[in-house]
């Protein structure tokens, strides 16, 4: 069974730092893009990062590129977001997600749409206040 779980959300001011982990479990990590998303209020589910399991290719959306960063602990299978330099804007739900390599390669980007990837965590709320 496919399993995400993501945990390290909370209350921040502007400017704050998060760590946010994301635990997965049921695949081979291997042959999967897994990839970080995120869903303001009322908005629409936002693809923010990705990591390539097999080489570790990362890729960033503009808004967060340089504050944000993904990494991987191959051993332990899981998938790490560093939110720093946070904004309110940044305020929203942060999902992990993930879905096997081979459908991404040929999308515009790996996290152009919440619809290319398979499977959800449940997500953990972010919040930064002004």
């Known amino acids: 069974e496919v399993q995400l779980v993501e945990s390290g959300g909370g209350l921040v001011q502007t400017g704050g730092s998060l760590t946010l982990s994301c635990a997965v479990s049921?695949?081979?990590?291997?042959?999967?893009?897994i990839a970080w998303f995120r869903q303001g209020s009322g908005g629409k589910r936002e693809g923010i990062s990705c990591?390539?399991?097999?080489?570790?290719?990362?890729f960033y959306a503009n808004a967060v590129e340089g504050r944000f960063t993904i990494s991987s602990n191959n051993d332990k299978n899981i998938v790490y977001l560093q939110l720093t330099n946070l904004k309110p804007e940044d305020t929203a739900v942060y999902y992990c997600?993930?879905?096997?390599?081979?459908?991404?390669?040929?999308?515009?980007?790996?996290?152009?749409?919440?619809?290319?990837?398979?499977?959800w965590g449940e997500g953990t709320q972010v919040t930064v206040s002004s």
């Open positions: 997600a993930a879905t096997p390599w081979g459908p991404l390669s040929t999308a515009p980007t790996p996290i152009s749409s919440a619809w290319e990837y398979k499977y």
């Open positions: 049921g695949f081979s990590f291997a042959d999967y893009g």
């Open positions: 990591i390539r399991g097999r080489d570790g290719s990362v």
